[in-house]
């Protein structure tokens, strides 16, 4: 796990009440949050995109869907809504994504719904470093609690990666289960 992972893994959990961090974590925490404006990390993400997405449907089969995202700057620009619409065999995901800013901690917050039940997941937290965006949070799976990883890496102004992992070893190792490969539609 490298340094940003350790960061925002730790600031997830506090912010969830998840374990204690020694003073010294938490001052090292805040200090490298505090150190650069994030607020338009998610700029690259403005747009109308094609989406290639694989997902697993469990433990073993993935399923691939294709579709497009839609993502539009609200507030101002602090803030961004994405709606998602992609089809695959016998599966249809829509959904929509809200990103928010918060200038006082220089992280975001990423909240996803789905037309499938209309209820808004646990946030996700975390910032960008060097080119590359990790938000994490805690959620119930099978009955058990695990971390949720949301990743953006190879950004480029036509195209990114968008991947979700989970861990049941507090970030140890991570497990792919969402993987998305978007390509802007001019």
């Known amino acids: 796990m490298n340094s940003l992972q350790k960061i925002l893994l730790l600031g997830a959990l506090t912010m969830l009440g998840v374990g204690g961090l020694a003073p010294h974590a938490q001052a090292q925490n805040a200090a490298d949050t505090a150190q650069r404006d994030g607020s338009h990390d998610f700029d690259f993400n403005i747009g109308t995109w094609r989406t290639h997405i694989r997902t697993l449907t469990d433990a073993k089969t993935w399923t691939e869907l294709n579709g497009t995202v839609t993502v539009r700057k609200i507030w101002g620009g602090k803030a961004s809504m994405e709606e998602i619409d992609a089809r695959g065999p016998g599966q249809h995901l829509e959904g929509m994504?809200?990103?928010?800013?918060?200038?006082?901690?220089?992280?975001?917050?990423?909240?996803?719904?789905?037309?499938?039940?209309?209820?808004?997941?646990?946030?996700?937290?975390?910032?960008?470093?060097?080119?590359?965006?990790?938000?994490?949070?805690?959620?119930?799976?099978?009955?058990?609690?695990?971390?949720?990883?949301?990743?953006?890496?190879?950004?480029?102004?036509?195209?990114?990666?968008?991947?979700?992992?989970?861990?049941?070893?507090?970030?140890?190792?991570?497990?792919?289960?969402?993987?998305?490969?978007?390509?802007?539609?001019?």
């Open 97 to 186: 994504t809200l990103f928010l800013y918060n200038p006082q901690s220089h992280q975001w917050s990423q909240t996803f719904a789905s037309t499938s039940d209309g209820i808004l997941e646990t946030p996700a937290i975390g910032g960008f470093k060097d080119g590359h965006g990790e938000l994490i949070d805690q959620e119930s799976y099978q009955g058990r609690m695990v971390l949720v990883r949301n990743q953006w890496s190879e950004i480029q102004p036509n195209s990114h990666h968008f991947e979700i992992s989970f861990s049941t070893d507090n970030g140890r190792t991570w497990q792919p289960n969402f993987v998305a490969d978007l390509s802007r539609i001019q």
